[in-house]
Protein backbone atom coordinates (compact mmCIF):
# COMPACT_ATOMS: atom_id res chain seq x y z
CA UNK A 1 0.00 0.00 0.00
CA UNK A 2 2.82 2.67 0.89
CA UNK A 3 4.05 2.15 -2.75
CA UNK A 4 1.21 2.77 -4.00
CA UNK A 5 0.60 6.03 -1.89
CA UNK A 6 3.45 7.64 -2.26
CA UNK A 7 2.44 8.97 -6.09
CA UNK A 8 -0.79 10.00 -4.66
CA UNK A 9 0.68 12.05 -2.20
CA UNK A 10 3.06 13.92 -4.72
CA UNK A 11 -0.02 14.49 -7.33
CA UNK A 12 -2.01 15.96 -4.13
CA UNK A 13 0.85 18.50 -4.18
CA UNK A 14 3.21 18.88 -6.59
CA UNK A 15 4.09 22.15 -5.08
CA UNK A 16 5.30 21.19 -1.86
CA UNK A 17 9.18 20.99 -2.45
CA UNK A 18 9.00 24.44 -3.75
CA UNK A 19 7.06 25.55 -0.83
CA UNK A 20 9.16 24.08 2.22
CA UNK A 21 12.12 25.54 -0.32
CA UNK A 22 10.74 29.20 1.12
CA UNK A 23 11.70 28.10 4.60
CA UNK A 24 15.12 29.93 4.55
CA UNK A 25 14.33 33.25 2.62
CA UNK A 26 11.32 33.92 5.28
CA UNK A 27 13.45 33.20 8.01
CA UNK A 28 15.94 35.57 6.80
CA UNK A 29 13.30 38.24 5.79
CA UNK A 30 12.01 37.62 9.58
CA UNK A 31 14.72 37.71 11.28
CA UNK A 32 16.12 41.36 9.49
CA UNK A 33 12.59 42.72 9.94
CA UNK A 34 12.10 41.55 13.80
CA UNK A 35 15.14 41.59 15.14
CA UNK A 36 14.67 37.24 16.79
CA UNK A 37 15.11 34.02 15.82
CA UNK A 38 12.35 32.97 17.54
CA UNK A 39 10.04 35.74 16.37
CA UNK A 40 10.70 34.58 12.85
CA UNK A 41 9.73 31.48 13.60
CA UNK A 42 6.80 32.22 14.81
CA UNK A 43 6.20 33.95 11.74
CA UNK A 44 7.13 30.83 9.05
CA UNK A 45 5.06 28.84 11.33
CA UNK A 46 1.91 31.02 10.72
CA UNK A 47 2.99 31.79 7.03
CA UNK A 48 2.56 27.92 6.30
CA UNK A 49 -0.07 27.54 8.59
CA UNK A 50 -2.47 29.67 6.50
CA UNK A 51 -0.79 28.27 3.08
CA UNK A 52 -2.08 24.91 4.19
CA UNK A 53 -5.28 26.33 5.74
CA UNK A 54 -6.36 26.63 2.29
CA UNK A 55 -7.86 24.15 -0.22
CA UNK A 56 -5.93 22.64 -3.31
CA UNK A 57 -8.21 24.56 -5.56
CA UNK A 58 -7.31 27.85 -3.63
CA UNK A 59 -3.65 27.03 -3.97
CA UNK A 60 -3.58 26.21 -7.62
CA UNK A 61 -5.00 29.68 -8.04
CA UNK A 62 -1.95 31.37 -6.66
CA UNK A 63 -0.14 32.36 -9.22
CA UNK A 64 3.40 32.73 -7.21
CA UNK A 65 3.05 31.12 -4.28
CA UNK A 66 6.81 32.41 -3.42
CA UNK A 67 5.19 36.09 -3.59
CA UNK A 68 2.10 35.03 -1.66
CA UNK A 69 4.90 33.32 1.35
CA UNK A 70 6.45 36.61 0.88
CA UNK A 71 2.96 38.78 1.23
CA UNK A 72 1.93 36.90 4.22
CA UNK A 73 5.43 36.72 5.85
CA UNK A 74 5.65 40.43 5.77
CA UNK A 75 2.11 41.32 7.04
CA UNK A 76 2.40 39.07 10.10
CA UNK A 77 5.44 40.93 10.47
CA UNK A 78 4.40 44.52 9.92
CA UNK A 79 1.77 43.22 12.66
CA UNK A 80 4.32 42.19 15.06
CA UNK A 81 6.53 45.17 14.44
CA UNK A 82 3.13 47.57 15.27
CA UNK A 83 2.77 45.87 18.54
CA UNK A 84 6.67 45.79 19.56
CA UNK A 85 6.33 48.99 21.11
CA UNK A 86 4.01 47.63 23.80
CA UNK A 87 6.23 44.40 23.77
CA UNK A 88 9.46 46.50 24.75
CA UNK A 89 8.37 48.08 27.43
CA UNK A 90 7.16 44.97 29.07
CA UNK A 91 10.16 43.60 28.46
CA UNK A 92 12.87 44.06 31.05
CA UNK A 93 15.87 46.50 31.03
CA UNK A 94 17.32 47.11 27.21
CA UNK A 95 16.40 45.17 24.39
CA UNK A 96 19.12 44.26 21.83
CA UNK A 97 18.49 42.24 18.32
CA UNK A 98 19.17 38.32 19.04
CA UNK A 99 22.82 37.61 18.10
CA UNK A 100 23.64 34.93 15.77
CA UNK A 101 26.87 33.59 15.42
CA UNK A 102 28.56 32.59 12.15
CA UNK A 103 26.78 29.36 10.43
CA UNK A 104 29.78 26.68 11.08
CA UNK A 105 29.64 27.88 15.12
CA UNK A 106 25.80 27.31 15.34
CA UNK A 107 24.97 24.71 17.78
CA UNK A 108 21.24 24.89 18.63
CA UNK A 109 17.98 25.80 17.48
CA UNK A 110 14.84 27.63 19.21
CA UNK A 111 15.05 24.57 21.56
CA UNK A 112 18.72 24.35 21.97
CA UNK A 113 21.25 21.43 21.48
CA UNK A 114 21.51 19.30 18.77
CA UNK A 115 22.08 20.07 14.91
CA UNK A 116 20.25 22.90 12.88
CA UNK A 117 18.58 22.70 9.97
CA UNK A 118 20.42 24.92 7.42
CA UNK A 119 16.99 26.02 6.18
CA UNK A 120 16.82 27.74 9.86
CA UNK A 121 20.10 29.58 9.52
CA UNK A 122 20.24 33.36 8.50
CA UNK A 123 22.54 34.32 5.78
CA UNK A 124 25.31 36.76 7.29
CA UNK A 125 25.88 40.02 5.35
CA UNK A 126 25.78 43.44 6.19
CA UNK A 127 22.31 43.87 6.74
CA UNK A 128 22.41 41.91 9.61
CA UNK A 129 25.40 43.28 11.74
CA UNK A 130 24.09 44.26 15.10
CA UNK A 131 24.54 48.25 14.84
CA UNK A 132 22.44 47.72 11.25
CA UNK A 133 19.88 45.59 13.49
CA UNK A 134 19.91 48.36 16.21
CA UNK A 135 19.38 51.55 13.77
CA UNK A 136 15.91 49.33 12.24
CA UNK A 137 14.73 49.36 15.37
CA UNK A 138 14.15 53.15 15.48
CA UNK A 139 12.66 53.02 12.28
CA UNK A 140 8.63 52.93 12.27
CA UNK A 141 7.20 49.57 11.20
CA UNK A 142 5.95 50.77 7.51
CA UNK A 143 9.67 52.37 7.32
CA UNK A 144 11.32 48.45 8.38
CA UNK A 145 8.97 46.62 6.21
CA UNK A 146 9.44 48.88 3.06
CA UNK A 147 13.24 49.48 3.34
CA UNK A 148 14.03 45.50 4.34
CA UNK A 149 11.48 44.30 1.56
CA UNK A 150 13.15 46.79 -1.19
CA UNK A 151 16.82 47.20 -0.14
CA UNK A 152 17.64 44.26 1.22
CA UNK A 153 15.48 41.51 -0.80
CA UNK A 154 14.54 43.47 -3.74
CA UNK A 155 10.99 43.60 -4.10
CA UNK A 156 9.42 46.06 -6.30
CA UNK A 157 7.57 49.05 -4.48
CA UNK A 158 4.64 47.52 -6.13
CA UNK A 159 4.66 44.58 -4.46
CA UNK A 160 6.03 46.31 -1.34
CA UNK A 161 2.60 48.78 -1.40
CA UNK A 162 0.52 45.36 -1.58
CA UNK A 163 2.38 44.20 1.92
CA UNK A 164 2.44 47.58 3.88
CA UNK A 165 -1.01 48.67 2.55
CA UNK A 166 0.11 52.20 0.94
CA UNK A 167 0.47 53.52 -2.36
CA UNK A 168 4.47 52.42 -4.06
CA UNK A 169 5.53 56.36 -4.27
CA UNK A 170 4.74 56.07 -0.41
CA UNK A 171 6.45 52.78 0.03
CA UNK A 172 9.80 54.80 -2.00
CA UNK A 173 9.26 57.57 0.60
CA UNK A 174 9.35 55.44 3.23
CA UNK A 175 12.46 53.58 2.19
CA UNK A 176 14.02 56.26 1.15
CA UNK A 177 13.57 57.84 4.88
CA UNK A 178 15.04 54.71 6.39
CA UNK A 179 18.09 54.56 3.82
CA UNK A 180 19.12 57.96 4.94
CA UNK A 181 18.93 56.83 8.66
CA UNK A 182 21.24 53.94 8.14
CA UNK A 183 23.48 56.37 6.18
CA UNK A 184 23.55 58.83 8.97
CA UNK A 185 24.38 56.17 11.48
CA UNK A 186 27.30 54.66 10.16
CA UNK A 187 31.11 56.02 11.11
CA UNK A 188 33.98 55.72 8.86
CA UNK A 189 34.33 52.32 7.16
CA UNK A 190 37.06 50.05 9.05
CA UNK A 191 38.86 47.20 6.94
CA UNK A 192 37.37 43.37 8.52
CA UNK A 193 40.98 42.91 9.30
CA UNK A 194 41.63 46.26 11.51
CA UNK A 195 37.95 44.88 13.24
CA UNK A 196 39.18 41.87 14.03
CA UNK A 197 42.40 43.52 15.72
CA UNK A 198 40.44 45.92 17.68
CA UNK A 199 38.30 43.55 19.03
CA UNK A 200 41.38 41.20 19.99
CA UNK A 201 43.30 43.75 21.48
CA UNK A 202 39.77 44.83 23.56
CA UNK A 203 39.69 41.16 24.79
CA UNK A 204 43.30 41.17 25.46
CA UNK A 205 42.76 44.36 27.66
CA UNK A 206 39.39 43.20 29.18
CA UNK A 207 40.61 39.89 30.64
CA UNK A 208 44.14 41.89 31.84
CA UNK A 209 41.68 44.65 33.65
CA UNK A 210 43.97 47.01 31.58
CA UNK A 211 41.88 50.23 32.10
CA UNK A 212 44.26 52.77 30.12
CA UNK A 213 44.22 50.06 27.37
CA UNK A 214 40.80 50.17 27.17
CA UNK A 215 40.20 53.70 27.14
CA UNK A 216 42.81 53.81 24.34
CA UNK A 217 40.45 51.39 21.86
CA UNK A 218 36.86 52.87 22.60
CA UNK A 219 35.54 56.52 21.02
CA UNK A 220 35.42 59.31 24.28
CA UNK A 221 31.45 58.99 23.15
CA UNK A 222 31.30 55.23 22.55
CA UNK A 223 27.91 53.41 24.45
CA UNK A 224 27.63 50.11 26.11
CA UNK A 225 24.26 48.56 26.40
CA UNK A 226 23.67 45.10 28.15
CA UNK A 227 20.21 42.71 28.04
CA UNK A 228 19.51 40.07 30.36
CA UNK A 229 15.39 40.09 29.72
CA UNK A 230 15.48 39.47 34.03
CA UNK A 231 16.25 36.26 33.29
CA UNK A 232 20.31 37.28 33.83
CA UNK A 233 21.92 40.07 35.62
CA UNK A 234 22.69 43.17 33.61
CA UNK A 235 23.26 47.27 33.11
CA UNK A 236 20.43 48.85 34.32
CA UNK A 237 20.63 50.99 31.63
CA UNK A 238 23.38 52.41 28.73
CA UNK A 239 26.56 53.28 30.07
CA UNK A 240 27.85 56.34 27.91
CA UNK A 241 31.71 57.75 27.95
CA UNK A 242 34.70 55.43 26.76
CA UNK A 243 36.26 56.43 30.16
CA UNK A 244 33.33 55.22 32.38
CA UNK A 245 33.33 52.06 29.94
CA UNK A 246 36.33 50.82 30.68
CA UNK A 247 35.97 51.58 34.44
CA UNK A 248 32.84 49.22 34.31
CA UNK A 249 34.34 46.73 32.28
CA UNK A 250 37.54 46.00 33.71
CA UNK A 251 35.53 45.89 37.38
CA UNK A 252 32.82 43.32 36.06
CA UNK A 253 35.91 40.76 35.52
CA UNK A 254 37.56 41.48 39.03
CA UNK A 255 34.34 41.26 40.50
CA UNK A 256 32.59 38.37 38.44
CA UNK A 257 32.98 35.01 38.08
CA UNK A 258 35.97 32.99 35.97
CA UNK A 259 35.08 33.41 32.46
CA UNK A 260 36.78 32.13 29.40
CA UNK A 261 36.64 34.74 26.85
CA UNK A 262 36.57 33.89 23.11
CA UNK A 263 36.97 35.69 19.37
CA UNK A 264 33.51 34.85 17.70
CA UNK A 265 32.44 36.10 14.42
CA UNK A 266 28.70 37.61 15.92
CA UNK A 267 26.25 38.78 13.39
CA UNK A 268 28.81 38.23 10.29
CA UNK A 269 31.29 40.61 12.05
CA UNK A 270 34.60 40.31 15.05
CA UNK A 271 33.19 39.85 18.21
CA UNK A 272 33.55 37.95 21.58
CA UNK A 273 31.78 35.66 23.87
CA UNK A 274 32.31 34.57 27.74
CA UNK A 275 32.22 31.37 28.79
CA UNK A 276 31.48 29.43 32.21
CA UNK A 277 31.97 26.58 32.23
CA UNK A 278 32.33 25.83 28.81
CA UNK A 279 28.66 27.13 28.45
CA UNK A 280 28.45 30.61 26.69
CA UNK A 281 26.69 33.54 28.94
CA UNK A 282 27.51 36.64 27.48
CA UNK A 283 27.93 37.74 23.80
CA UNK A 284 29.28 40.48 22.41
CA UNK A 285 28.78 42.71 19.52
CA UNK A 286 31.15 45.92 19.07
CA UNK A 287 30.26 48.79 15.90
CA UNK A 288 33.99 49.43 15.30
CA UNK A 289 34.46 53.28 12.99
CA UNK A 290 37.51 54.13 12.14
CA UNK A 291 40.20 53.38 14.96
CA UNK A 292 37.80 53.27 17.88
CA UNK A 293 34.87 50.89 19.77
CA UNK A 294 31.67 53.27 18.83
CA UNK A 295 29.34 50.94 20.42
CA UNK A 296 28.98 47.15 22.64
CA UNK A 297 26.40 45.14 22.85
CA UNK A 298 26.62 42.83 25.48
CA UNK A 299 23.58 39.99 25.23
CA UNK A 300 23.25 38.12 28.50
CA UNK A 301 19.62 36.87 27.95
CA UNK A 302 19.64 32.93 27.95
CA UNK A 303 16.99 32.86 25.58
CA UNK A 304 18.61 34.48 23.46
CA UNK A 305 21.77 32.61 23.30
CA UNK A 306 20.24 29.34 22.41
CA UNK A 307 22.28 29.16 18.71
CA UNK A 308 25.41 29.82 20.87
CA UNK A 309 25.12 26.92 23.45
CA UNK A 310 24.10 22.88 23.20
CA UNK A 311 22.53 23.20 26.98
Keep these: MSSESEPDDDRAE????????????????????????????????????????????EQEAIESPAAWLTKVAGRVCLDLLRSARARRERYVGEWIPEPLPDRTEWIGGRDGGGPVDPADRVTLDESVNMAFLVVLESMTPAERVAFILHDVFRYPFADVAEIVGRTPVACRQLASSARRRVRESRGPATPPARQAGIVRAFKEAWEAQDVDALIALLDPGATAISDGGGLASALPAPIEGGERIARVFADLVRRGPALTYLERTVNGQPGLVAQLDGVTVVVVAFEVAGDRIKNIWAVRNPEKLRPWTAD
Design 14 to 57: PGLAAIVGERRRLINLGYRLLGSMAEAEDVVQETYARWYAMSRR
